[in-house]
Nanobody
Framework: QVQLAESGGGLVQPGGSLRLSCKMS????????MGWYRQAPGKERELVAR???????DYVDSVKGRFTISRDNSVSTVYLRMNSLEPEDTAVYYC???????????WGRGTQVTVSS
C-alpha cells in the first residue's frame, strides 16, 4: 500500500518561503509521476506542479517563477520549494502520486500553508 507523508507546511509572512516534502513508501518511486495539489477554502482543488520520473515539470501559471518542484529518487521524496509567497497561496497542499502505466493515484493527508502578516 502506497503511503505519502507530507511535511513542511506552516505560517509564513507574505514574501516568505517554505519547502514542502513528501516521502513515498510502498511502491517503486521511479514508476510514479509526483505532484502537489492545493485547495483553498471555498475553492476547488487545483494542480500546482508535477514532475515525471525523468524530472520534466509542469506548473500552474500562478506559481511559475516562484515555486520549484523537484524529486530525489534515491530517498523517494518530492519537494516543493515556494518563494515569494502570497496570501493567495494559502491552502491545504496535498502530495499525490500517479502510476505511469495504470494511472492509479494516491494522496497524502495534506499540509496547511498559511501566508499572512
Amino acid at each position: 500500500q502506497v503511503q505519502l507523508a507530507e511535511s513542511g507546511g506552516g505560517l509564513v509572512q507574505p514574501g516568505g518561503s517554505l519547502r514542502l516534502s513528501c516521502k513515498m513508501s510502498g511502491e517503486p518511486f521511479a514508476y510514479h509521476v509526483m505532484g502537489w495539489y492545493r485547495q483553498a477554502p471555498g475553492k476547488e482543488r487545483e494542480l500546482v506542479a508535477r514532475i515525471t520520473p525523468g524530472s520534466s515539470t509542469d506548473y500552474v501559471d500562478s506559481v511559475k517563477g516562484r515555486f520549484t518542484i523537484s524529486r530525489d529518487n534515491s530517498v523517494s521524496t518530492v519537494y516543493l520549494r515556494m518563494n515569494s509567497l502570497e496570501p493567495e497561496d494559502t491552502a491545504v497542499y496535498y502530495c499525490y502520486a500517479q502510476h505511469l502505466k495504470d494511472y492509479t493515484q494516491f494522496w497524502g493527508r495534506g499540509t496547511q500553508v498559511t501566508v499572512s502578516s
